[in-house]
């Protein structure tokens, strides 16, 4: 990797140095007084930072090494190993806190670990702490211009590349993907060689719906010759790709290798969680039970695993297991979408009350979101339309489509104007949203379920008809709340007659 790492806190006094050369004394002046002046750049951030008595436990020794270098090289890294690499950079940022390198690593790791609980609080740390390494950057440069060493350039520069990735992270991870774009649009003019900075640009540009510029993007990524440490990342980044794409054998063949190629415990979990969800996508309830087991065998706290296994456990009927891995997951990672989860679950088993105390919870979730500066308006609207306001659904979804027009959104907002009435304009969004010529390439039981219904409500029978039974195609298990609808649906409807099938339309398994 281009990215290296300093070393910050070697002694530069074990002993007393020769005297240096005038001019060698005067570049050194001028970098001091850089210093001087970044020191007030980054005395409120050390601020962010808690005292060493605020912290209850340490975590074991050993373990942030191995997140440093996942953390700085783009690759999942664990929980644990998260806790230890904050803890380190903390105690030695209050020490050294002109550390570009330092403030940019703090900044990342409190990204990662934000997203693995789903604590939107780690986010305004990060932000502050990766912007604090931009300004440090920014007068170490100044200070190297001035006559400084160069080695405080290149050091200034690794520092400067990681802060700029780990910007763009964070926005992703709010669900800001204008601000994801244009700090990932820097990274990579600044190192376009650098395959870090890809993969959140990459990210970026699906959730703002180009999906061209995501391929180009990603063809640019597996042209770059990065090693083996980082082929296994790379491999799931175009999994990603291929699988809104539509083109999930490709996408699974990429998880597979990339599984088998990690180079930890963590980052293959990461990738197996990833797999059982491509194989709960199409339905395959066993297949999907099976990576999600592994990846929890590897990495016992992976929420996505653990909601995953709910989901599959759920499917099977073994609904008193899937509700304890619901609240597993929760429990690691209270996120709104698998409390939105949970609560439909409990609904489709008639336990309405239940439901309403994870409803409720979802309100709080998405409120303490907001305040870390998370864009949670998708699942606020989805909830919304299906147990809320829907004309306030309606309202959202639509904000949301012109800041962000991603396919989710396009879905989320079409459901919305059926629920609120207005199916004539709910059909654009969901064709939008299935339509590969409109980018909806991937294949998603609920969106193609969405649009049957929307079809049906406007008297489109063969249209309506041949949608619900490809949603069924595709996962008939994809959600125990709405999958007895589309059997209602499709008994509503009954058999077609031979004129209504079009000619040109050929069954097939969805897969």
């Known amino acids: 990797?281009?990215?290296?790492?300093?070393?910050?806190?070697?002694?530069?006094?074990?002993?007393?140095?020769?005297?240096?050369?005038?001019?060698?004394?005067?570049?050194?002046?001028?970098?001091?007084?850089?210093?001087?002046?970044?020191?007030?750049?980054?005395?409120?951030?050390?601020?962010?930072?808690?005292?060493?008595?605020?912290?209850?436990?340490?975590p074991a020794r050993g373990s942030g090494p191995q997140a440093l270098t996942a953390v700085s090289a783009g690759l999942p890294a664990s929980l644990p190993d998260l806790t230890a690499l904050i803890g380190d950079r903390e105690r030695h940022l209050r020490t050294h806190p002109q550390d570009a390198q330092a403030w940019a690593v703090l900044g990342t790791a409190y990204v990662e670990q934000g997203r693995r609980t789903a604590d939107a609080a780690d986010y305004p740390k990060a932000e502050q702490a990766l912007r604090t390494s931009l300004r440090v950057v920014e007068k170490t440069s100044a200070g190297t211009a001035a006559g400084a060493p160069r080695t405080a350039g290149t050091s200034a520069k690794a520092a400067n590349a990681l802060a700029l990735d780990g910007l763009a992270a964070l926005a992703n991870a709010r669900r800001d993907f204008g601000a994801a774009k244009r700090w990932g649009e820097q990274a990579v003019k600044a190192e376009p060689?650098?395959?870090?900075?890809?993969?959140?640009?990459?990210?970026?540009?699906?959730?703002?719906?180009?999906?061209?510029?995501?391929?180009?993007?990603?063809?640019?990524?597996?042209?770059?010759?990065?090693?083996?440490?980082?082929?296994?990342?790379?491999?799931?980044?175009?999994?990603?790709?291929?699988?809104?794409?539509?083109?999930?054998?490709?996408?699974?063949?990429?998880?597979?290798?990339?599984?088998?190629?990690?180079?930890?415990?963590?980052?293959?979990?990461?990738?197996?969680?990833?797999?059982?969800?491509?194989?709960?996508?199409?339905?395959?309830?066993?297949?999907?039970?099976?990576?999600?087991?592994?990846?929890?065998?590897?990495?016992?706290?992976?929420?996505?695993?653990?909601?995953?296994?709910?989901?599959?456990?759920?499917?099977?009927?073994?609904?008193?297991?899937?509700?304890?891995?619901?609240?597993?997951?929760?429990?690691?990672?209270?996120?709104?979408?698998?409390?939105?989860?949970?609560?439909?679950?409990?609904?489709?088993?008639?336990?309405?009350?239940?439901?309403?105390?994870?409803?409720?919870?979802?309100?709080?979730?998405?409120?303490?979101?907001t305040a870390g500066g998370v864009d949670d308006e998708l699942v606020l609207g989805q909830f919304e339309a299906d147990h809320g306001d829907a004309q306030d659904a309606v309202t959202r979804l639509t904000a949301e489509w012109e800041r962000q027009p991603g396919i989710e959104v396009a879905d989320a907002l079409g459901w919305a104007l059926h629920r609120a009435g207005d199916d004539t304009e709910a059909l654009h969004y969901a064709e939008i949203a299935t339509d590969k010529e409109h980018g909806g390439g991937v294949r998603s039981a609920l969106y193609v379920y969405h649009r049957g219904v929307i079809e049906q409500e406007l008297d489109l029978e063969g249209a309506a008809r041949r949608h619900l039974e490809e949603a069924l195609r595709i996962n008939p298990y994809f959600s125990p709340l709405r999958v007895p609808l589309v059997r209602e649906a499709l008994r509503a409807l009954g058999q077609p007659a031979d004129?209504?099938?079009?000619?040109?339309?050929?069954?097939?398994?969805?897969?």
């Open 1 to 58: 990797m281009e990215n290296t790492q300093s070393r910050p806190g070697t002694s530069l006094v074990a002993e007393r140095p020769p005297r240096r050369p005038r001019r060698l004394r005067r570049a050194l002046m001028i970098s001091v007084a850089a210093g001087v002046v970044a020191g007030a750049a980054v005395g409120g951030a050390l601020t962010l930072l808690p005292s060493e008595k605020s912290r209850h436990k340490q």
């Open 193 to 369: 060689k650098r395959w870090t900075a890809y993969p959140p640009l990459i990210d970026a540009y699906n959730g703002l719906g180009d999906y061209k510029a995501a391929r180009k993007t990603l063809d640019k990524l597996m042209k770059l010759r990065g090693g083996d440490a980082t082929r296994p990342a790379v491999m799931a980044q175009a999994a990603a790709v291929y699988r809104d794409r539509g083109w999930r054998e490709d996408a699974a063949a990429q998880l597979a290798d990339a599984a088998a190629a990690a180079g930890t415990p963590a980052e293959q979990a990461a990738y197996l969680a990833r797999e059982g969800q491509l194989s709960w996508e199409r339905g395959d309830r066993e297949d999907a039970l099976r990576h999600f087991e592994e990846a929890l065998r590897l990495d016992s706290g992976q929420p996505a695993a653990l909601a995953g296994r709910a989901r599959a456990l759920a499917a099977l009927g073994r609904t008193t297991e899937a509700l304890d891995s619901y609240q597993q997951a929760l429990a690691a990672q209270p996120g709104p979408q698998y409390v939105l989860e949970l609560g439909e679950l409990y609904e489709s088993l008639g336990q309405r009350a239940e439901a309403r105390v994870q409803y409720d919870l979802l309100r709080v979730r998405v409120a303490q979101d």
């Open 499 to 511: 004129d209504d099938m079009p000619p040109d339309v050929e069954p097939g398994d969805g897969r």
